[in-house]
């Protein structure tokens, strides 16, 4: 049936505005009436022959800017199943922020990420599933994960879970987990992935702001040896929150948990009922796919709204050509589900292309010792390896030997993600891991963008720069902005905020129920461009190099989090004032976590134990990887005259260069500061 704008499409959209639902509402919103003039399918090409990209990479990438529409929307049609083929290729303003891609199709994600290959090759491992003891893996092959996602959709819609409709997922990394984000796509559901690692209060305010009507959970999480009481958390999280209305609990370790009559179920006894197949929902290429949040533990929280086609794609195509990958390859991205390289490039990417994608159970790299990830290699003789930096400096400092009494033959990419990868470590991974042959690809990215968009890969040259992301992706065009004039910056060995000119088909298309905001922090920073919060380097080349963020979020250990998340938690001590939280270089996690504090004066509790409390109030409220790495109590903060501390002062002397703190001139009282430096160089002295 042909897709008609002037009737189907807008019943449905009237519908929609109509619905009490704001994401089908928001959705639509923005369609009607803005087709006109695009390219349409019909004059579409056949897509590039990417096969022999190697070779014609740069006619390929210019290729990819001149012409957008016919780049993506030929290899839209060629690698992604469509129920109804788009008719116009992209609607995309710059100047408002305003993206959206292949208009008119109708597609479903689940389908292509199972159906197409458990009907190909149904006998083919789509997940494996390192569990926390090494050596302990479960295979679950792409006609079984057809059947398990199909229970599950069927469950949550037994559940009353319906198009539209929010569904929060704080799991371990598992495959009923994976499972579950693909049923709410099969269903038109919403996921919005929780990292299994926040507090209550992390994930209440997450699921408040998205709505969420179910919550799907686990017993408990096993990680390193240890049991994490998840259950618990999530209970404490919905305590009292009308909107809840049913906990799906998978059992993963059996602990005892308790069950609140009405609203808890186990997810694993609801699906022993439940029908193997569902048909898939027919979406629309800019329905909603997933809200993933960035930060935001009290205030609001930044939930970007990723949609299913434009995401699907590019996951699929950048995931292939980064790191090399065909179907059927045993394939490793370490990374959580809870983030968006877990989204990416555990889930939809490789399972777009059909791989066998490994979750990996224990999240950290040295459990039960250093050798884990490359016994791992051995073991499931995985080609490709995607890491972050702050695992690779972990495992630096052993022996050489755990990596090296592993056969390592196989692998052929290493990735790196999250932060700067250092030239040192950049090196170790090439060297000794990578046995100075694999490519090692330093990706940025952000969830923001949804995929992979500054890399060394594919490029014609082989030649790879240390610690240096280097190039663009297809459709994507960096450009550094003076963060002074706000002009372009224009030749080679200049350094400047990093923006996009072209932003590619995966990129977040709102801040999900605040698209002021999305239009504020990302487009009207500077006018026509998007705007990462990154700031980079051209070098004589002309290849990137990252140099850390602008604003006040941090990078600890590659996750991302804001100082006024930590902060808020902060003044929940009773004993605490007032708190000012800043990122300084850590050598293992790239960055750690500096609380300057300041606490009552008639405080009866020592030092210690006020640090103690906090480490402990932060782990509850927002997440064990949020706990300050270094506290320092203090009689008062530097603040500018409306009281905003002056975060960018802490940040000088939490790296120890306070003798850069640059114009203190709009600070209320500048007298505070001395005594600051002083404190911290007597507490933590410089290493020699
Ligand atoms: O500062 C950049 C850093 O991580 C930020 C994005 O964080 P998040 O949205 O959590 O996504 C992380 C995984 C894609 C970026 O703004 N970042 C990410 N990759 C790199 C990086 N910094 C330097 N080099 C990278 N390769």
Same mark, same amino acid.
Request: aromatic share 8%; glycine share 8%.
């Given at each position: ?179 579950? =984000? ?115 533990? *009290? ?38 589900? $809870? ?56 495992? =630096? ?42 490519? @090692? ?28 992301? =280097? ?49 504020? *922090? ?27 963020? @602008? ?40 960055? $750690? ?40 109590? @203090? ?54």
């Amino acid at each position: 049936m042909m897709f008609s704008r002037s009737s189907s499409r807008f019943f449905q959209c009237a519908r929609a505005n109509s619905s009490r639902n704001p994401l089908q509402r928001q959705q639509c919103n923005t369609h009607i009436g803005q087709w006109r003039d695009r390219v349409s399918v019909s004059d579409l090409k056949p897509a590039p022959r990417l096969a022999s990209v190697s070779s014609n990479w740069k006619e390929l990438h210019a290729e990819s800017l001149r012409d957008p529409e016919q780049f993506f929307g030929s290899l839209a049609l060629e690698r992604l199943k469509w129920q109804e083929k788009f008719q116009v290729v992209r609607n995309v303003d710059m100047n408002k922020g305003h993206l959206e891609w292949f208009l008119g199709g109708k597609l479903n994600v689940s389908e292509n990420c199972v159906d197409r290959h458990a009907n190909s090759h149904p006998d083919r491992p789509a997940l494996v599933w390192e569990k926390d003891e090494p050596g302990d893996t479960e295979i679950v092959t792409y006609q079984q994960l057809l059947e398990m996602v199909c229970k599950i959709a069927n469950v949550l819609k037994e559940f009353n879970v319906h198009r539209g409709d929010v569904v929060a997922i704080y799991m371990p990394v598992s495959p009923m987990a994976v499972a579950t =984000m693909l049923a709410c796509a099969r269903i038109g559901a919403v996921h919005s992935v929780i990292f299994a690692g926040f507090g209550a209060d992390s994930i209440r305010s997450r699921i408040t702001d998205a709505g969420a009507k179910v919550v799907v959970t686990a017993d408990q999480g096993v990680r390193a040896g240890k049991t994490i009481n998840l259950k618990q958390t999530v209970d404490r999280a919905v305590d009292g929150l009308s909107l809840i209305e049913t906990v799906l609990v998978m059992q993963r370790t059996k602990a005892d948990v308790p069950m609140k009559h009405g609203r808890d179920v186990f997810l694993d006894e609801a699906m022993l009922n439940a029908l193997p197949w569902c048909m898939p929902e027919v979406m629309n290429s800019e329905d909603p796919l997933f809200i993933l949040y960035t930060s935001g533990s *009290t205030g609001p929280p930044k939930g970007l709204l990723h949609t299913q086609a434009g995401y699907l794609l590019y996951a699929g195509l950048t995931h292939q050509y980064v790191f090399d990958c065909s179907p059927g390859d045993m394939y490793a991205c370490v990374a959580d589900i $809870g983030w968006i390289t877990g989204h990416s490039y555990v889930v939809y990417g490789p399972l777009s292309n059909g791989v066998s994608t490994v979750l990996y159970e224990p999240g950290v790299p040295t459990y039960p010792d250093p050798g884990r990830y490359w016994e791992m290699v051995e073991r499931l003789r995985i080609k490709q390896f995607y890491t972050a930096p702050t695992a690779i400096r972990m495992l =630096m400092t052993s022996s050489d030997t755990y990596v090296t009494k592993y056969n390592r033959s196989t692998l052929r990419t290493l990735g790196s993600v999250g932060e700067p990868i250092n030239a040192k470590a950049w090196q170790w991974y090439h060297d000794l891991p990578g046995e100075q042959r694999c490519a @090692v690809v330093d990706t940025w990215w952000q969830t923001e963008t949804g995929g992979i968009s500054l890399t060394p890969r594919p490029a014609g040259d082989t030649f790879l720069k240390p610690g240096m992301p =280097m190039r663009s992706f297809f459709g994507v065009e960096p450009v550094l902005v003076d963060p002074e004039s706000g002009q372009p910056l224009e030749g080679n060995n200049v350094n400047g905020h990093l923006c996009l000119s072209q932003v590619p088909p995966g990129m977040a298309r709102t801040i999900y129920g605040s698209h002021q905001k999305y239009q504020d *922090t990302y487009w009207n920073v500077h006018p026509g461009l998007y705007f990462s919060g990154d700031e980079a380097r051209r070098d004589s080349d002309g290849h990137y190099e990252m140099m850390g963020r @602008v604003d006040d979020v941090m990078n600890p250990k590659g996750h991302r989090l804001e100082s006024a998340e930590v902060e808020d938690a902060l003044v929940n001590v009773p004993a605490v004032v007032e708190a000012g939280v800043v990122g300084y270089p850590h050598p293992q996690f790239g960055e $750690g976590i500096y609380a300057f504090v300041v606490v009552k004066e008639q405080t009866s509790e020592s030092d210690e134990s006020v640090i103690q409390d906090m480490r402990q109030v932060v782990r509850q409220r927002v997440g064990g990887f949020a706990a300050p790495d270094r506290t320092l109590i @203090v009689k008062a903060l530097p603040k500018v005259r409306s009281g905003k501390i002056m975060r960018r002062v802490l940040r000088k002397i939490a790296a120890d260069i306070s003798g850069e703190v640059g114009d203190t001139s709009t600070c209320a009282d500048s007298s505070v500061i001395d005594p600051i430096i002083e404190l911290h160089e007597k507490k933590f002295p410089k290493s020699k």
